[in-house]
């Protein structure tokens, strides 16, 4: 299988708006997970690109973008959207041979991205300073401003909708970025910068440099001319970047998932839940920061939900990404193996249900089959390690109080969700739950762009997504002006 529809050569970095072979002519193979097979080479970009990339973008920054109105960026950036929407199609399908996603969940990420560069696009001239009331004689105002340039470093797992919410909202602000996308799936990152390019996005407003995390990436973590660090990834290397920002002393993001619950009371309507309750835990095969992997349940309805969510898990269809089933495989062997060992601790557990793997699959596909395990105790490594494969725990629990701490009981806190329909329970819970989105009946709202989204604990800080990703990106400067 190839990835025909590709119109740029994958094998190449993007800086200056030119594809640019790497500067010491490494490169790499990425694989389609459907099937285990190679699907191109991708350049193996390292500290000598990502030093170029920089420069591409500090010329960009102090000239021509430097100079762009909010109203221009907006412009171009709805340029950007509306030419993803023209090639949804081709994006999903990339997306899909890349990162073994069902073709319906790329095209989603396709349209999510699409709704980024909308959103930050229609917003940015909205973002405006404040005048101050000061001491006679004063007029004082604020002034939002880029920080500069913008370092980001994704994974993936949805590379479009994590550069949708971090690199729009960068360039939005009047930021300059450089991207690392993952080794393993990079492809869409470097047609997006296509896109940009063929909007009008001048040269060196975006430079996407692929390779490996412990080369472009910490080149790139490190770099002293950077001036934000955006990451979403696993907390190890959340931890690295941090120290890099540290070291450069400049602001950075980490979204670092989770282990997000999902709490149904005995008044849940449960057969409203049920979709949500099992769709969160196995959209893009458990492979999500916001995957819901833990059910929690009262006790008097626990029997039920088990016995529903079984019935689902039963029927799950599991195949390659363009047959477009309910799941795909992992993004690789590693990830497989991971997921596996996994699923071995829970040798001790009572699997509820485990979905059927056609043995049909190509061979050197990398499925695992989606289980649930039920009666799992609130201290077992399943019920509080981030797994990021199709993998969900259900525990009973006997009260609210109960029902919080253990929500709360792990390092994570990204997203949790309440299904009950007693108001008082909904506002009462949702303040205390330790979580960066709380849903009452319902899991995610559609993941709209217009929704803060980030996490606390080890699930990471900052916010990305609405307005609040539109302040991130930018710093507030204080003018004071003495005057008659
Ligand atoms: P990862 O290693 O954290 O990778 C995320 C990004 O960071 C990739 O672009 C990676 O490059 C880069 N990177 C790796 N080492 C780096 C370094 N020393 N300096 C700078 N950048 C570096 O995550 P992963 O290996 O893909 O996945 C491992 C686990 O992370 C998963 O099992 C999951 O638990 C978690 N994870 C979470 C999210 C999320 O959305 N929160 C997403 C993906 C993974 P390479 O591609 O070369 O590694
Ligand atoms: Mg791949």
Not at 65 to 93: C, D, F, N, P, Y
Not at 242 to 253: E, G, K, L, W, Y
Request: overall charge negative; charged content about 20%.
């Amino acid at each position: 299988m190839s990835v025909e529809s590709l119109w740029f050569d994958s094998s190449r970095c993007f800086v200056d708006n030119e594809w640019i072979a790497p500067v010491n002519h490494q490169y790499l193979e990425l694989y389609n997970p459907s099937d285990g097979s190679v699907l191109c080479q991708i350049a193996r970009g390292d500290s000598d690109d990502v030093d170029i990339a920089v420069e591409s973008a500090s010329r960009a920054l102090n000239g021509i973008w430097g100079r762009t109105s909010a109203l221009e960026r907006g412009r171009i950036l709805h340029r950007m959207g509306e030419l993803v929407l023209e090639k949804t199609e081709q994006l999903a399908r990339i997306e899909s041979l890349d990162v073994g996603k069902p073709l319906t969940q790329a095209r989603a990420d396709a349209v999510a991205l699409a709704r980024y560069l909308e959103f930050y696009g229609g917003a940015v001239d909205k973002i405006h300073g404040q005048t101050i009331p000061y001491l006679d004689g004063y007029t004082v105002y604020t002034l939002r401003e880029p920080h500069g340039i913008a370092g980001h470093i994704i994974p993936w797992n949805y590379p479009m909708q994590i550069i949708g919410r971090s690199v729009g909202a960068a360039l939005a602000m009047g930021n300059v970025s450089v991207l690392k996308p993952a080794e393993e799936a990079c492809l869409t990152a470097l047609a997006f910068a296509d896109i940009a390019r063929q909007a009008g996005l001048p040269p060196g407003v975006l430079n996407v440099i692929p390779g490996l995390g412990a080369e472009a990436g910490a080149a790139l973590a490190s770099h002293p001319s950077v001036n934000h660090l955006s990451f979403t990834g696993s907390v190890g290397v959340g931890k690295l970047i941090q120290a890099s920002a540290a070291d450069n002393i400049v602001p950075v993001t980490l979204e670092l998932g989770g282990k997000s619950p999902q709490l149904v009371f005995a008044d849940a309507d449960i057969d409203a839940a049920l979709p949500f309750l099992v769709n969160a835990g196995i959209q893009n095969a458990g492979q999500t920061c916001s995957a819901s992997s833990r059910i929690l349940v009262h006790r008097s309805v626990y029997e039920q939900v088990v016995d529903k969510m079984a019935a689902r898990y039963t029927s799950l269809r599991v195949g390659p990404a363009l047959d477009d089933l309910d799941v795909g495989p992992l993004i690789s062997a590693r990830q497989r193996a991971i997921v596996q060992s996994f699923m071995d601790k829970g040798d001790d557990l009572t699997v509820a249900a485990r979905a059927q793997v056609n043995d049909q699959l190509p061979g050197n596909g990398f499925y695992v089959s989606p289980v649930l395990f039920s009666d799992v105790s609130a201290n077992h490594p399943l019920a509080h390690e981030e797994i990021f494969g199709p993998v969900q725990v259900i525990m009973p629990f006997d009260n609210d109080d109960e029902a919080i701490a253990i929500a709360n009981g792990t390092r994570y806190g990204l997203v949790a969700s309440l299904w009950t329909q007693n108001g008082a329970r909904q506002m009462r819970l949702a303040r205390r739950l330790r979580s960066g989105q709380v849903f009452i009946n319902n899991y995610g709202a559609g993941g709209g762009v217009e929704l803060p989204f980030g996490g606390s604990g080890h699930s990471g800080h900052g916010r990305e997504k609405g307005f609040e990703a539109l302040y991130g990106f930018s710093t507030l400067k204080t003018v004071a002006a003495k005057h008659d």
